[in-house]
Nanobody, 125 residues
Framework: QVQLVESGGGLVQAGGSLKLSCAASGRTFSRYDMGWFRQAPGKEREFVAVISWSGSRTDFADFVKGRFTISRDNAKNTVYLQMNSLKPEDTASYYC??????????????????WGQGTQVTVSS
């Protein structure tokens, strides 16, 4: 069982930056691929970024490439999402998730086993 708690969301102006954190409980954090998803009101939850269990592989949605980076610190059981050059369309609740599949790099919601409660990011124009 893994419990995930996101933090770092807030209100920022367009062009600004935020860094989200996701703290995981348990001693097996390093076994999980970790992803970030987001969901805006009235829209489906969508993939944002993922980092493999070892940190050696990452993948990003096209709409955040070049603006967001993902990293992890297995010693601290934490995964991060650095968001730069934020746009109003980035406004959403952001969720971290853990996948135990360890097959490829998961980008679909069904590939994840555990989810956090989300943190709100609002980008004003």
């Amino acid at each position: 069982q893994v419990q995930l708690v996101e933090s770092g969301g807030g209100l920022v102006q367009a062009g600004g930056s935020l860094k989200l954190s996701c703290a995981a409980s348990g001693r097996t954090f390093s076994r999980y691929d970790m992803g970030w998803f987001r969901q805006a009101p009235g829209k489906e939850r969508e993939f944002v970024a993922v980092i493999s269990w070892s940190g050696s592989r990452t993948d990003f949605a096209d709409f955040v490439k070049g603006r967001f980076t993902i990293s992890r610190d297995n010693a601290k059981n934490t995964v991060y999402l650095q968001m730069n050059s934020l746009k109003p369309e980035d406004t959403a609740s952001y969720y971290c998730a853990a996948s135990a599949r360890r097959i490829g790099v998961p980008t679909e919601t069904y590939e994840y086993d555990y989810w956090g409660q989300g943190t709100q990011v609002t980008v004003s124009s």
